[in-house]
């Protein structure tokens, strides 16, 4: 059988798909809609600006630390 991805956009729309399930017409499954997020939209606007070029220049700073040693 072939799967849909359906979005409802009026409200008797739900009943209309479980009244087609209660007659085995189809069959509905619970979506859990997972979003893949990236770290950097995730964590967008918890620093400020200065505080990120602050963390950047830090970073860096650390870095050169190492690859020195």
């Given at each position: 059988?072939?799967?849909?991805?359906?979005?409802?956009?009026?409200?008797?729309?739900?009943?209309?798909?479980?009244?087609?399930?209660?007659?085995?017409?189809?069959?509905?499954?619970?979506?859990?809609?997972?979003?893949?997020?990236?770290?950097?939209?995730?964590?967008?606007?918890?620093?400020?600006?200065?505080?990120?070029?602050d963390?950047?220049?830090?970073?860096?700073?650390?870095?050169?630390?190492?690859?020195?040693?």
């Amino acid at each position: 059988m072939e799967k849909l991805l359906v979005e409802l956009t009026h409200e008797k729309a739900l009943q209309l798909l479980l009244d087609l399930e209660a007659m085995s017409v189809i069959r509905i499954h619970q979506h859990e809609e997972k979003v893949a997020s990236s770290l950097s939209s995730k964590y967008r606007g918890t620093l400020s600006r200065e505080e990120g070029q602050d963390l950047s220049r830090h970073i860096s700073q650390i870095r050169n630390e190492w690859s020195s040693i």
